[in-house]
């Protein structure tokens, strides 16, 4: 049976990450592929690899792409001129690279009377505090309709509560002023902690990143100090998702955002969060040292997870004390369009740790060697 496309043409940066995989993915396996996708990759020898995609072929997808990056804000502001939606997964705090996608959809909806449709990644660490690792909060946010304390649980707070400083607000902002201008269609999809080896045809070919960020980083920088490590006491809570339940989300907010008559809520009612679970960092990176110690991957016998050192934070997160945060939400307008994760127990989460700590040794060895640290979530 030939796929029905959406006669839809997108935009899309990010595909060779680790999100973005799963999102192309998604998409084009979507009962309502879009009929053309034009990639902006920084390697052209990817190029043919994702042209000669088996799921773009069987489902009719014209898949083309663009040499640069976001930097390249002519080539963006171009691109996206010339299609009807911008999938961007490529980097939550990238503003100039945001403002040239939407000076290219302003050009398009002036030109063809249509807003363009734009489904950006941002992230759940827009949710932060400080905590440092030395307690959990009851400040938790919906994606929907916030609602007062009870005596049985705490308040959930609305977005527009988050102050513009918070990580990825300014980004976020600015897209949100767009919709309200009448410009675009936004939704702003937040994963949270994502877990999870990527998979399909993108991953297989080795054209897309198969590793998260928070949870390996935790492992390689566990493996590098020989011991598992955490920020603070580790009692702060933070929410997550498995990679293929977020891929799901963007696939349902692509399958409504595209229909005809739209009812899926977008601008400020198009917040969209990747969130099934939540966990402590102290649970985590406990996880992490027994699964150290059973591999026999590192000498120490201890599983308990110690405080990183200021040295450690500077090394690992390059100062930054991000991982002993508090990030509590509610995917409520996400379950709403009809998204219904799979993997919502801690377990879940816990028994990948015990799978990806031998993954990463294996694939990174024990000696630290990212040098950046860019807080994508």
Do not use: C
């Not at 190029?47 to 000669?52: K, M, W």
């Not at 976020?172 to 675009?184: C, P, R, V």
């Amino acid at each position: 049976m030939t796929t029905q496309t959406s006669g839809k043409s997108v935009f899309f940066t990010g595909a060779t990450g680790y999100i973005g995989g799963t999102v192309l993915e998604a998409i084009l396996n979507s009962p309502q592929p879009p009929k053309l996708v034009t990639l902006l990759i920084r390697d052209e020898k990817k190029s043919s690899g994702f042209q000669s995609l088996d799921a773009a072929k069987k489902n009719n997808v014209e898949i083309k792409t663009l040499i640069g990056s976001l930097e390249d804000l002519d080539k963006i502001t171009t691109a996206a001129s010339e299609h009807d939606v911008t999938i961007h997964t490529a980097d939550a705090d990238n503003l100039e690279g945001v403002k040239a996608i939407l000076k290219g959809q302003k050009i398009r909806k002036d030109k063809t009377g249509h807003r363009p449709l734009l489904i950006e990644t941002s992230g759940t660490g827009v949710l932060v505090d400080n905590a440092k690792g030395a307690f959990p909060n009851d400040i938790i946010y919906t994606d929907l309709n916030p609602t007062p304390a009870t005596k049985d649980s705490p308040a959930l707070l609305s977005m527009t509560e988050l102050p513009p400083t918070a990580p990825h607000r300014n980004v976020d902002l600015e897209i949100l002023a767009a919709d309200k201008a009448g410009t675009i269609k936004s939704y702003i999809v937040l994963p949270s902690t994502i877990w999870g080896k990527g998979v399909g045809e993108v991953y297989d070919k080795g054209l897309s990143n198969s590793f998260s960020d928070q949870i390996p980083t935790l492992i390689k920088a566990a493996l590098d100090r020989g011991r598992a490590g955490m920020v603070g006491e580790g009692k702060n809570i933070w929410p997550h998702v498995k990679i293929t339940d977020l891929g799901s989300l963007y696939e349902h907010v692509w399958l409504k955002a595209t229909q005809p008559n739209p009812t899926i809520g977008h601008g400020p009612s198009g917040y969209y969060f990747g969130i099934s679970g939540e966990y402590t960092l102290f649970g985590a990176t406990s996880r992490i040292g027994q699964a150290l110690v059973k591999n026999n991957l590192i000498q120490s016998k201890e599983t308990t997870p110690t405080t990183f050192t200021e040295e450690d934070l500077k090394k690992y997160y390059n100062g930054s004390s991000f991982m002993g945060t508090n990030s509590r939400g509610v995917a409520d307008r996400s379950k709403s369009i009809g998204w219904k994760p799979k993997y919502t127990e801690q377990k879940d989460l816990y028994d990948h740790i015990d799978r990806e700590v031998v993954r990463v040794q294996k694939e990174f060895g024990n000696e630290y060697k990212v040098k950046k640290f860019t807080s994508s979530y």
